[in-house]
């Protein structure tokens, strides 16, 4: 039976800091069974009579529950709070969104930072390694749970899209439509590499302590800072890194000959790096950073993508950014290339943005508008009617 948090009118996207401990452990995809179980997860609007109007957001690396409302560690607003709300375009007045931080998560999900109980000690290095199919399983389990046994629709970006593309291909007859955004089937040599160079850094700072700071009382915070400025790199286009900041020196007229942040952009990575270690976990990072490291649906699969998808009948809308170098358009067109080779339902988006990887958490009119279409289309098809203007 699903509890009430479920089905209570919840007109406006408000921060609920809701958790489930599964009732059964969890056998993930490296053959470890995991219990207890818990996640951490929000939800916005009100599920219908039917139990038809859900829309499963799953978030990046570094994101979490928190779609929309105030942070609770930051004070911001949430990572789509642009897109989620009362007659925004995932409209919390007609779905109801669920969204929850993922397995190996630091905020409130079962992960290294929490307690292991058959020590009564933060896990650390002794959690176990964990997938994106893990992550997946575990989010079918909270719908479960939630009486929810199809989705109108699963959505993400990035890590989120690798999610979603699992949802799509582990459980097709549990989704209608499903959204990959900014994504891959696959991580490539390259953001492995980037990867790597993070949790490298992690692990040579010595506060890391083999992993075990949390019990020494020591946070990583160089190692980790390191890392976040690595990453955010990525996330950005040269152009969007040269329309900010250009060569312009920070706070100063002339150049210091020395080390300090001379220019803009290294105060801003900073930045960046510094605020990172006050609301993310550094063994957390090296787990979901592998989970994403392993996920390769062609693998999976003989080699052959589209064997991933065959028979599927879900609706796919896949997009992409132009200016994406860490996810680059071709690798979502890899998945429309599968995709048709089954014939499947399957629309493709090329934002064109100078914004970099991070354009999907950005203003971009031509990505809401392409996705309030296929949202508007999706509803009406499976039934749930037009949208009120």
């Known amino acids: 039976m699903a509890p009430e948090t479920a089905t209570a009118p919840n007109p406006t996207p408000v921060v609920q800091d809701l958790k489930l401990t599964l009732k059964d452990p969890l056998v993930l995809q490296s053959g470890v069974t995991l219990s207890p179980v818990t996640l951490a997860y929000q939800t916005y609007g009100t599920l219908n009579a039917d139990r038809s109007n859900c829309v499963l957001v799953c978030h ?5 529950q928190y779609v929309v409302g105030t942070h609770p560690l930051t004070g911001k607003q949430g990572w789509w709070d642009d897109l989620v709300g009362p007659g925004k375009v995932i409209d919390t007045d007609r779905f109801f969104v669920v969204c929850a931080n993922v397995l190996g998560g630091c905020m409130g999900s079962t992960g290294p930072k ?6 009564g000690r933060p896990w650390g290095l002794k959690f176990p390694v964990i997938t994106i199919r893990d992550m997946v399983q575990a989010q079918a389990k909270l719908l479960d749970y939630l009486g929810i046994q199809k ?16 949802w799509a291909v582990r459980y097709p007859e549990r989704v209608f439509a499903a959204v990959p955004i900014a994504g891959s089937y696959r991580h490539s040599a390259q953001n492995i590499a980037f990867h790597e160079v993070g949790r490298q850094a992690i692990m040579a700072d010595p506060d890391w ?7 020494e009382q020591k946070i990583p915070k160089r190692g980790l800072a390191v890392a976040r400025m690595a990453a955010h790199i990525t ?9 900010k900041f250009g060569r312009r020196l920070q706070d100063r007229e002339t150049l210091t000959y020395g080390f300090d942040a001379d220019f803009q952009v290294e105060s801003y990575l900073r930045h960046q790096g510094y605020t990172f270690v006050d609301r993310f976990d550094a063994n957390s990072y090296l787990y979901i950073t592998r989970a994403m490291d392993y996920f390769d649906l062609a693998q999976e699969n003989d080699g052959v993508l589209a064997n991933a998808f065959k028979g599927t009948r879900v609706r796919y809308c896949l997009m992409s950014f132009s200016s994406d170098w860490l996810f680059p358009t071709e690798e979502s067109r890899a998945i429309v290339r599968a995709l048709n080779a089954v014939a499947a339902n399957v629309s493709f988006v090329e934002v064109e943005s100078d914004k970099g ?11 809401h508008q392409t996705l309030q279409g296929f949202i508007d289309g999706s509803a009406e098809i499976c039934g749930l009617g037009a949208r009120k203007s």
């Open 235 to 243: 996330y950005l286009s040269e152009a969007a890194l040269h329309r």
């Open 357 to 367: 990887h991070d354009a999907f958490l950005l203003d971009e009119p031509e990505f």
């Open 151 to 166: 989705l109108f629709c699963v959505m993400g970006g990035s890590m989120g899209g690798m999610q979603v593309l699992e």
């Open 209 to 215: 302590s083999h992993g075990n700071y949390l019990e």
């Open 60 to 64: 990046a690396l570094t994101g979490d």
């Open 114 to 119: 929490e307690i292991n109980p058959a020590t």
